[in-house]
């Protein structure tokens, strides 16, 4: 099993920058895929970036190319989400989310492994 803790959340300004971190403990996150979702009040959680063990081939939704880029370093157990050129619609509770095997899926419910959320606020 592995344990999840998202930081770095926070309110910024329209057009701003956050980086979320993703750390892992009680196994290597090497041994997972990891993924970024986002939950709006009254919405679906929402897939938003993913990556592979190996760090190659990252996944994004269409809201997301462009603004934001996944990465992790596997020798601190963690996962990162670069965002930036926020908007207010970004705004949301972030999730991260582990799952085995090889394959980015976009489904939460491929998910095996999840925190608890940070939440992003883009307003002026």
């Known amino acids: 099993q592995v344990q999840l803790v998202e930081t770095g959340g926070g309110l910024v300004q329209p057009g701003g920058s956050l980086r979320l971190s993703c750390a892992a403990s009680?196994?290597?996150?090497?041994?997972?895929?990891m993924g970024w979702f986002r939950q709006a009040p009254g919405k679906e959680r929402d897939f938003v970036a993913g990556?592979?063990?190996?760090?190659?081939?990252?996944y994004y939704a269409d809201s997301a190319k462009g603004r934001f880029t996944i990465s992790r370093d596997n020798a601190k157990n963690t996962v990162y989400l670069q965002m930036n050129s926020l908007k207010p619609e970004d705004t949301a509770v972030y999730y991260c989310?582990?799952?085995?095997?090889?394959?980015?899926?976009?489904?939460?419910?491929?998910?095996?492994?999840w925190g608890q959320g940070t939440q992003v606020t883009v307003s002026s």
């Open positions: 989310a582990a799952r085995g095997g090889s394959i980015v899926y976009t489904t939460p419910s491929e998910y095996d492994y």
């Open positions: 009680g196994r290597s996150t090497s041994s997972y895929v």
């Open positions: 990556i592979r063990r190996s760090g190659g081939s990252p």
